[in-house]
Nanobody, 127 residues
Framework: VQLQASGGGLVQPGGSLRLSCAASGSIFSINIMGWFRQAPGKEREFVAAIAAISRSGGSTYYDDSVKDRFTISRDNAKNTVYLQMSSLKPEDTAVYYC??????????????????WGQGTQVTVSS
């Protein structure tokens, strides 16, 4: 499985960005896809997750810090997962990574439980 993240950039506080994560390869092995972020000097942290592209349903799960501001979604036809980010704050500044795992549940936030990772895309929220 290969994951290609894109869509990062510089945005002012209160602004919006949409990140994309295109999956290829053995995508039918994927159960859950998620987004994580890592700010300078901090550990990588969970942001959001969604039931995988090849699965039916669209259950989602968010960290409390982004709930009501971020929306994770998927496009099955494009094998792509999105993270729509709104009302962005300076503390949202980080490198954002998409990830996928073969087993487990949406609520598993542990980085080590994810099997595949994209290369990361920088999001900077600053005036």
């Amino acid at each position: 499985v290969q994951l290609q993240a894109s869509g990062g950039g510089l945005v002012q506080p209160g602004g919006s960005l949409r990140l994309s994560c295109a999956a290829s390869g053995s995508i039918f092995s994927i159960n859950i896809m998620g987004w994580f972020r890592q700010a300078p000097g901090k550990e990588r942290e969970f942001v959001a997750a969604i039931a995988a592209i090849s699965r039916s349903g669209g259950s989602t799960y968010y960290d409390d810090s982004v709930k009501d501001r971020f929306t994770i979604s998927r496009d099955n036809a494009k094998n792509t997962v999105y993270l729509q980010m709104s009302s962005l704050k300076p503390e949202d500044t980080a490198v954002y990574y998409c990830a996928a795992k073969r087993i487990g549940t949406l609520g598993t936030r542990n980085v080590a439980m994810y099997d595949y990772w994209g290369q990361g895309t920088q999001v900077t929220v600053s005036s």
